[in-house]
Protein backbone atom coordinates (compact mmCIF):
# COMPACT_ATOMS: atom_id res chain seq x y z
CA UNK A 1 0.00 0.00 0.00
CA UNK A 2 1.70 3.54 -1.29
CA UNK A 3 1.89 5.93 1.44
CA UNK A 4 0.15 8.99 0.87
CA UNK A 5 0.32 12.49 3.03
CA UNK A 6 -3.18 14.77 3.62
CA UNK A 7 -2.75 18.02 3.62
CA UNK A 8 -5.79 20.42 5.30
CA UNK A 9 -6.13 23.56 3.25
CA UNK A 10 -9.23 24.84 4.89
CA UNK A 11 -10.42 27.79 7.14
CA UNK A 12 -8.48 27.59 10.48
CA UNK A 13 -9.07 24.26 12.60
CA UNK A 14 -11.63 24.79 15.44
CA UNK A 15 -10.37 24.55 19.00
CA UNK A 16 -12.60 21.61 20.73
CA UNK A 17 -12.56 22.11 24.03
CA UNK A 18 -14.06 19.77 26.65
CA UNK A 19 -17.11 22.16 27.88
CA UNK A 20 -18.34 22.52 24.59
CA UNK A 21 -17.90 19.35 22.85
CA UNK A 22 -17.89 16.48 25.33
CA UNK A 23 -20.21 14.09 23.33
CA UNK A 24 -18.09 14.71 20.46
CA UNK A 25 -14.80 13.85 22.48
CA UNK A 26 -16.76 11.38 24.26
CA UNK A 27 -17.38 9.35 21.03
CA UNK A 28 -13.59 9.85 19.42
CA UNK A 29 -12.64 8.10 22.77
CA UNK A 30 -14.75 5.18 22.02
CA UNK A 31 -13.81 4.99 18.35
CA UNK A 32 -10.35 4.95 19.03
CA UNK A 33 -11.02 1.82 21.83
CA UNK A 34 -12.62 0.28 19.30
CA UNK A 35 -10.39 0.55 17.21
CA UNK A 36 -7.77 -0.64 19.33
CA UNK A 37 -9.92 -3.74 19.76
CA UNK A 38 -10.34 -4.68 16.13
CA UNK A 39 -6.59 -4.43 15.42
CA UNK A 40 -6.02 -6.93 18.78
CA UNK A 41 -4.15 -4.82 20.80
CA UNK A 42 -6.92 -4.85 23.07
CA UNK A 43 -9.16 -7.90 24.65
CA UNK A 44 -12.32 -7.20 24.98
CA UNK A 45 -12.68 -6.91 28.65
CA UNK A 46 -10.17 -4.03 28.63
CA UNK A 47 -12.36 -2.51 26.16
CA UNK A 48 -15.32 -2.85 28.33
CA UNK A 49 -12.90 -1.93 31.23
CA UNK A 50 -11.87 1.35 29.66
CA UNK A 51 -15.09 2.62 28.10
CA UNK A 52 -16.73 2.04 31.77
CA UNK A 53 -14.04 4.86 32.94
CA UNK A 54 -14.66 7.04 30.10
CA UNK A 55 -18.58 7.08 30.59
CA UNK A 56 -17.97 7.39 34.42
CA UNK A 57 -15.78 10.37 34.10
CA UNK A 58 -18.61 11.73 31.28
CA UNK A 59 -21.02 11.51 34.30
CA UNK A 60 -19.13 13.40 36.19
CA UNK A 61 -18.20 15.80 33.77
CA UNK A 62 -21.52 16.67 33.36
CA UNK A 63 -22.84 16.49 36.96
CA UNK A 64 -20.10 19.08 37.57
CA UNK A 65 -20.86 21.74 34.67
CA UNK A 66 -24.89 21.20 35.96
CA UNK A 67 -23.90 22.23 39.38
CA UNK A 68 -21.57 25.74 37.95
Known amino acids: MKHREFI ?3 GPV ?3 NEREHAAFLMNYQRSILLSLEKRNLLTTSQRERCLLE ?3 QYRLDQKKQRQA
Open 54 to 56: LEK
Open 14 to 16: PEL
Open 8 to 10: YVG
